[in-house]
Structure formats: structure tokens, C-alpha cells
């Protein structure tokens, strides 16, 4: 686990914006994202903004939980990396 920053803002949609402490590690899309409780909250579901100080947009995955309550607080991401997601698979001719 390791610290991936903390939460500034919250979408219409629901989704959490977390603004990123260490630049040079990034997330990958798709990495599972926990509080301090290390209870899952989310996946990262976007990366955004300069590259000098990016942000992450997190889509929570877990029923019920209100985003609300984690504004200021810290987010951790797992370390290893995610499964390969593969797109719709084109139709040969």
C-alpha cells in the first residue's frame, strides 16, 4: 500500500477527485483505491490536470457509501499492478 493523496473535491456524478502527492508514481487505471482503514472505496478511473501536479478522478465501487464523508481525507492504492482490461474485440472479415 501506498499513499495516493487526498481527497479535494467530489463530481455530480459521485465520483472523488484526489489531488496526487508523489508525482513519479503515478496510478495505473483500474487499481483498487482504500481508506485508512484499508477498506476498499473505489478504482481509478481517470487521470487529469498538468503533469507537474495531477489529480484522480476515483469511481466508487462499493453500494451505499457516500463519497461526502471522505472530502479531506487520505487515499491509499494497492501497489501491484491491474489485471489487463481488453476492449470489445472487432469482427474479422
Known amino acids: ?26 496510478p495505473s487505471l483500474g487499481l483498487k483505491v482504500y481508506d485508512e482503514r484499508l477498506t476498499p472505496v473505489g478504482r481509478v ?6 503533469v507537474s501536479s495531477p489529480y484522480v478522478s476515483v ?10 464523508k471522505f472530502l479531506g481525507k487520505m487515499l ?4 501491484r499492478k491491474p489485471k489487463k482490461v481488453r476492449g ?3 469482427r474479422r472479415r
Request: hydrophobic share 35%; aromatic share 4%; glycine share 8%.
Open 76 to 79: 491509499f492504492v494497492e501497489e
Open 1 to 26: 500500500m501506498r499513499e495516493l493523496g487526498r481527497v479535494v473535491s467530489i463530481t455530480k456524478t459521485g465520483k472523488m477527485i484526489v489531488k496526487v502527492i508523489d508525482v513519479k508514481k503515478i
Open 45 to 50: 478511473y481517470d487521470i487529469m490536470g498538468p
Open 59 to 68: 469511481r466508487p465501487e462499493t453500494p451505499g457509501l457516500n463519497p461526502e
Open 88 to 90: 470489445r474485440r472487432r
